[in-house]
């Protein structure tokens, strides 16, 4: 099993800036992929970015210029850097990864719980 743990979400004005922290825990052998997905109120849930272990980048048309995502291996660790945040960047920001199952070896996809970002003035 693993545990996904979201941290840095609140609430900005237009403009300004967050960054989303997700930790991965538990008994896995590698992570693989990690994402960013987002559900704004009403809306599919989208995916925001992602990124490979070997650092291999997709991100969303509508975020790029203002949203990085990164990872530190050694620490399990997701990390999306939010800059120039609009109204319509609003939703529950949700982590997404593909462990490696210690016990058997089997990758699997876990979510995390979300944070919520509301960008208002």
């Known amino acids: 099993q693993v545990q996904l743990v979201e941290s840095g979400g609140g609430l900005v004005q237009p403009g300004g800036s967050l960054r989303l922290s997700c930790v991965a825990s538990g008994l896995f052998f590698s992570i693989r992929d990690m994402e960013w997905y987002r559900q704004a109120p009403g809306k599919e849930r989208e995916l925001v970015a992602g990124i490979t272990r070997a650092s291999s980048i997709n991100i969303l048309d509508s975020v790029k210029g203002r949203f990085t995502i990164s990872r530190d291996n050694a620490k399990n660790t997701v990390y999306l850097q939010m800059n120039n945040l609009e109204p319509e960047d609003t939703a529950v920001y949700f982590c997404?990864?593909?462990?490696?199952?210690?016990?058997?070896?089997?990758?699997?996809?876990?979510w995390g719980k979300g944070t919520l970002v509301t960008v208002s003035s």
């Open positions: 997404h990864v593909r462990a490696v199952e210690a016990d058997t070896m089997v990758a699997k996809y876990y």
